[in-house]
């Protein structure tokens, strides 16, 4: 039954669905890397399509930006279409200093300045985590790839335009590999909601160093994340 965010009819998405915050990535993801790929959702243009790939289900949509957003989405996925596992893949600023452009990044947990996962535990620290098996996944992939893979704590920001730059330091000091808007967000959806879930990122751009990928780099450093997290959804 469609959402009041997602069209789709009753069994239209694989159990895992990957998930870019731009849902035109959704659509490239869909015309350049699966096979027989159909849309299936375009509610707000938030864009989904399944298709195959290597034989296997698989679907992709787009979630947005931020935690509010993607918990929108990931929620209906699950709750609504029984979704088992989502991969959110994004792109991050790094933050600690052996982080490197080009470099992908395995989100084995996410910190939060948002306060949803504090919201769903009587306001303890939920401590955010991706899904084991996913993660153990993921990186075996990168490995076999050549990929160079990064696995850690990320920070899910809920400003881009942070006036804490000191923060960014402190995270550096904590060992947190980079800043995204999302990961934290949906860890505590699929805690909540007993489904797996993983982010993976390319690093897009350095915070604190002030570097940032040409386009040319960045492509290349999605293809290899893309393959990487098409192979954790089929495995
Ligand atoms: N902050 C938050 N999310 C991001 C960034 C950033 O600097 N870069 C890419 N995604």
Redesign the pocket.
């Known amino acids: 039954m469609a959402t009041p965010h997602i069209n789709a009819a009753d069994g239209a998405f694989a159990e895992t669905v990957l998930m870019p915050g731009d849902p035109l990535r959704a659509q490239y993801i869909a015309e350049n890397f699966l096979e027989n790929a159909e849309r299936v959702t375009d509610v707000r243009n938030m864009f989904g399509y399944t298709g195959t790939y290597k034989g296997k289900k698989v679907s992709v949509m787009g979630h947005g930006m931020g935690i509010p957003s993607c918990s929108i989405y990931v929620h209906e996925l699950i709750k609504d279409y029984g979704v088992k596992n989502i991969i959110r893949v994004g792109?991050?600023?790094a933050v600690k200093d052996d982080v490197k452009l080009m470099d992908v990044i395995v989100a084995q947990g996410a910190s939060t300045d948002s306060k949803v996962n504090r919201t769903r535990f009587a306001n303890h620290d939920f401590a955010a985590i991706s899904d084991f098996h996913l993660l153990e996944t993921a990186v075996g992939e990168a490995r076999k790839q050549n990929v160079s893979v990064r696995v850690g704590n990320v920070f899910s920001?809920d400003l881009?335009y942070s006036p804490e730059a000191d923060l960014f330091n402190t995270m550096d000091k904590l060992g947190i590999l980079a800043?995204?808007?999302e990961a934290a967000g949906i860890y505590g959806v699929a805690a909540e909601l007993g489904a797996r879930a993983l982010t993976i990122l390319t690093v897009?751009?350095h915070?604190i160093r002030g570097e940032a990928l040409s386009s040319d780099e960045r492509q290349k450093s999605f293809n290899e994340m893309m393959t990487v997290s098409l192979e954790t959804a089929i495995n």
């Open positions: 792109s991050c600023g920001a881009f800043v995204d808007m897009s751009d915070i």
